[in-house]
């Protein structure tokens, strides 16, 4: 069975190979996703660290799904909320063959995450660091990542990131993400001004629903006095 390993802490992903049934029985086998196992299956120098399970794929290729209690192999009619099928069109739904959550023999590639880490480090994944591509895009997490406050602006603070030019000569440029959830005087006075447009059209329909009533009372008295 193939381990992909990864350090969400350094970004670092390595798949490692481990041919021991035993040790699989004792530390693998039957477990679920989201579940916790010890590094032990990888040696006993790394029984002190703590992995955690988020996936893995059968011999044939077919993915395990969470929320699938059995370590078959089992068609489902999926749509477009259930993850393993993007529909063409709007109500599309397919029925597709997914492994079930539980790990098997059947399993060989399994996909952890690393929760805690051992005093040894294992090579290529916690001893490496993978700098981040991008940058964080939303307001509150560019704060959050610099440690701003909610009164400082954190467009200057946006994460550039260099394009190497394609032809000899020319400049190389740079890409910056658009803030998500920007919150600018332009967007409060676009705010304001809806609220005024929503308030102004609610008064306009209760003048009219009045004055239609008001006619009403007026035809009702008219045919009153007819009669």
Known sequence: MKFNISDQQNG??????????KLLATHVYDKRIANEISGAVLGDE????????????DKQGFAMKQGIATARRVKLLLGA??????????????????????VS???????????????????GITNKEVPRRLGPKRAS?????????????????????TIAPKKEGDKPRTKAPKIQ??????????????????????????????????????RRAKAREEA
């Open 12 to 21: 670092s992903q390595k798949t490692l190979s481990i041919d021991n049934d």
């Open 46 to 57: 790394f029984d002190d660290y703590v992995f955690k399970i988020t996936g893995g794929y």
């Open 81 to 102: 909320n259930t993850g393993f099928f993007k529909p063409k069109r709007r109500g599309q739904r397919r029925k597709k063959a997914v492994r079930g959550c539980i």
């Open 105 to 123: 023999p059947e399993i060989t590639v399994l996909h952890l995450t690393i929760l805690k880490r051992g005093k040894v480090d294992i090579d």
């Open 141 to 161: 997490k560019i704060r959050a990542f610099f440690n701003l406050s909610r009164d400082e602006d954190v467009r200057p603070h946006v994460i550039r990131r």
């Open 181 to 218: 959830r920007l919150v600018t005087p332009r967007r409060i006075q676009r705010k304001k001004h809806e609220l005024r447009v929503k308030i102004a059209r609610i008064e306009k329909n209760k003048r009219e629903a009045a004055a239609y009533q008001k006619l009403l009372a007026q």
